[in-house]
């Protein structure tokens, strides 16, 4: 099982990046995909979840409206668009995957992890 996480970088605020993260060894359509960020000094919480087929999604009240997250179950591979970027989103940004129930917004709740990319926002 492998997740790959490609396009951070440093980017000044209010510029957009992609994510993307893909995904091996696994079904990846039969799994909840999400993206964490974790700043230093602090824990990894959940920014956007998919779920299963790509039904439903779940965003973190501060990226809402300004982030999207996607999946494509042909190339399995999961994106996170960030439009609008701020400093406080400066963090190393992990895809996780999870085949659990429920609305798993927690990171013990997913099973496989990818090694994280760094996205900074600064002027």
């Known amino acids: 099982v492998q997740l790959v996480e490609s396009g951070g970088g440093l980017v000044q605020p209010g510029i957009s990046l992609s994510l993307s993260c893909t995904a091996s060894g696994f079904t990846f359509s039969s799994y909840v995909m999400g993206w964490f960020r974790q700043a230093p000094g602090k824990e990894r919480t959940i920014v956007a979840r998919?779920?299963?087929?790509?039904?439903?999604?779940y965003y973190a009240d501060s990226v809402k409206g300004r982030f999207t997250i996607s999946g494509d179950n042909v190339k399995n591979t999961l994106y996170l668009q960030m439009e609008n970027l701020k400093p406080e989103d400066t963090a190393v940004y992990y895809c996780?995957?999870?085949?659990?129930?429920?609305?798993?917004?927690?990171?013990?709740?997913?099973?496989?992890w990818g090694q994280g990319t760094q996205v900074t926002v600064s002027s």
């Open positions: 996780a995957a999870s085949n659990n129930a429920g609305v798993l917004l927690r990171s013990e709740e997913y099973k496989y």
């Open positions: 998919i779920s299963r087929r790509g039904i439903s999604t």
